[in-house]
């Protein structure tokens, strides 16, 4: 059963394919699994071999283009009729400076008259590299390339209502896995066994509602760590007593998320852990306030360094990014970020993950939330107290 009805995937292409023609783009080639994903359905793990859903101003509907192996999985997840969802011959994947997948999809474009048309790709992906491009170019020589990276990102922007009851359960499935983690938490007790029972957690679900996979592996690290931003857990370390703890998670249910991050400290915490976590709150709150349509990403990030900046503290890094539907290696949506110089104005059913965090010197806080822009503010999907926990 698809997760989605088919008029809603068929309002998603019209839509891109109403950016596409204001950007006087002819064909798009998606290649970005999350983006294959809301305009196809197109569900599988198979992201690691060359692959990609064809939209086309001239065709109705997307045309999903995967790995013999992995047909079924795409006939089974897709919304279109069979025709659209076509298969290429493991051979080239064999000898790729030989024969490519890219010299197949170019075939399948040639086949369909769409060979000399100006074609967007997604230059900037996690999914596109140069020798893709190459061969697309000696594929399509009469072809007029042009980067449409984040096309399709900015459609995902604002979300229905599935799409939000989607993410309110992968919210729900994040705070039973950060509740549980912490209380797990404590001297003596091996790093690698929270991780593990992360991993349960976030998988178990809700009891009701099963989870998946993240995007991302769970960030947890302890002590000095703290002061990097990406450390997973030791193999071998033990919590300590005395030991600053952060832990960022996300719930995945139908590959939509809800980050959520916590601090957490064994013992008596030192009073600049203790004021750094009471300024984090403190500008979160203010950013969370700014938010509402109408107001620019720059402005919600202004409201929160502003706040920061009163006690002696700046953040150089984006303190926000836009989340929902997600495959490794990031859920983030990569289109509007709470950063300087963004002027994407806010819509309702927007979502964010508002990522307060500072990495200082030895040490680092990070307290956030999975956010949605309201018809007048925003609203907290993640639900959680907002504290610095001590153990």
């Known amino acids: 059963m698809l997760p989605f009805e088919k008029a809603e995937y068929q309002e998603r292409v019209r839509k891109v394919k109403t950016s596409m023609e204001e950007q006087g783009i002819e064909v798009l080639l998606i290649t970005d699994p999350s983006n294959m994903n809301y305009v196809s359905g197109y569900d599988a793990m198979s992201y690691y071999v060359p692959q990609g859903v064809i939209i086309a101003t001239g065709i109705e ?3 999903c283009i995967v790995r013999l192996q992995d047909l079924y999985c795409a006939s089974e997840t897709t919304w279109m009729s069979e025709e659209n969802v076509i298969a290429y011959p493991d051979k080239y994947l064999w000898e790729p400076k030989v024969l490519h997948v890219m010299d197949f999809i170019g075939g399948f474009l040639k086949e369909k008259g769409l060979h000399n048309k100006k074609t967007g790709l997604e230059l900037d992906a996690y999914y596109f590299s140069a020798h893709w491009y190459n061969r697309l170019e000696t594929t399509l020589p009469d072809a007029t390339f042009v980067d449409a990276t984040a096309l399709v990102n900015w459609v995902r922007g604002q979300k229905s209502i599935r799409e939000l009851e989607y993410m309110q359960i992968a919210a729900r499935i994040v705070e039973k896995t950060m509740y549980n983690a912490i209380e797990r938490i404590g001297v003596g007790v091996r790093e690698c066994h929270v991780a593990a029972e992360v991993y349960s957690d976030l998988v178990e679900g809700t009891g ?3 989870g998946e996979y993240p995007s991302l592996a769970p960030v947890m690290p302890a002590g000095e760590r703290t002061a990097g931003a990406h450390f997973s857990w030791t193999t071998e370390g033990k919590y300590q007593d005395s030991q600053l703890v952060y832990m960022e998670l996300s719930g995945s249910y139908k590959r939509y ?10 013992g008596e915490p030192p009073e ?3 004021e750094t976590a009471k300024i984090v ?7 969370l306030s700014a938010v509402k349509p109408g107001v620019t990403c720059e402005e919600v990030e202004k409201a929160w360094q502003t706040t920061i900046n009163k ?3 700046e953040k150089e890094s984006r303190m926000g990014y836009t989340v ?4 490794p290696p990031v859920w983030m949506e990569n289109s509007a970020f709470f950063k300087p110089g963004d002027t994407t104005v806010l819509k309702p059913n927007m979502t964010f993950h508002m990522m307060p965090g500072m990495w200082l010197d030895g040490y680092g806080v990070a307290i956030t939330e999975t956010i949605r822009v309201t018809e007048n503010g925003c609203e907290t999907i993640t639900r959680f107290p907002r504290e610095l926990f001590v153990k």
């Open 311 to 313: 006690y002696g503290l």
């Open 272 to 274: 600049r852990v203790k």
């Open 257 to 266: 998320h809800a980050p959520l991050t916590r601090t957490i400290f064994i």
């Open 61 to 63: 509907e997307p045309v």
């Open 324 to 327: 929902g539907l997600g495959y």
């Open 208 to 210: 009701v509602y099963g």
């Open 281 to 287: 709150i403190e500008g979160l709150n203010v950013a």
